[in-house]
């Protein structure tokens, strides 16, 4: 869910905007362009200038905030799962969540549906990974 809307279930979500790369190159760089503004005005106080997890506030958080730059994070997920860590956060999931448990905060109230996808068009596209598909084994 986004907001309490129903988006559907995690192996049938997918980037609205993703086709854009093959479909409409200049639209798709517009997206990615957004995401790059969007995270640099919100995420890298924590993940960083470089996307490495080493932003002003990630010595203060106990697990440190992600790594994108690690070749074990992006590729090892959808794009689903960082629309759902983004938009739900980490706080108040249950002992049993771990390793997922995180300091991340709940940013669907405060950035649009299209603010995230394009966040995480930025993410693959700055840092040269990509998320896998639904039934892709990560490589």
Same mark, same amino acid.
């Given at each position: 869910?986004?907001?309490?809307?129903?988006?559907? #279930?995690?192996?049938?979500?997918?980037? !609205?905007?993703?086709? &854009?790369?093959?479909?409409?190159?200049?639209?798709?760089?517009?997206?990615?362009?957004?995401?790059?503004?969007?995270?640099?005005?919100?995420?890298?106080?924590?993940?960083?200038?470089? &996307?490495?997890?080493?932003?002003?506030?990630?010595?203060?958080?106990?697990? !440190?905030?992600?790594?994108?730059?690690? #070749?074990?994070?992006? #590729?090892?997920?959808?794009?689903?799962?960082?629309?759902?860590?983004?938009?739900?956060?980490?706080?108040? &999931? !249950? !002992?049993?969540?771990?390793?997922?448990?995180?300091?991340?905060?709940?940013?669907?109230?405060?950035?649009?549906?299209?603010?995230?996808?394009?966040?995480?068009?930025?993410?693959?596209?700055?840092?040269?990974?990509?998320?896998?598909?639904?039934?892709?084994?990560?490589?």
């Amino acid at each position: 869910t986004y907001r309490e809307k129903v988006i559907g #279930p995690t192996q049938e979500v997918a980037n !609205p905007f993703r086709h &854009l790369e093959k479909d409409d190159k200049e639209a798709f760089k517009a997206h990615v362009e957004n995401g790059r503004r969007v995270y640099y005005q919100n995420c890298f106080y924590c993940h960083g200038d470089d &996307l490495d997890g080493a932003g002003h506030f990630a010595h203060g958080f106990n697990p !440190p905030p992600a790594n994108f730059q690690d #070749p074990g994070i992006i #590729p090892n997920f959808q794009e689903s799962f960082f629309f759902w860590r983004i938009s739900k956060g980490g706080p108040g &999931l !249950p !002992p049993a969540a771990t390793p997922w448990d995180s300091a991340m905060p709940v940013w669907e109230d405060h950035l649009t549906e299209e603010e995230i996808w394009d966040v995480i068009l930025f993410l693959s596209e700055y840092t040269g990974y990509r998320p896998r598909t639904f039934g892709e084994a990560a490589h």
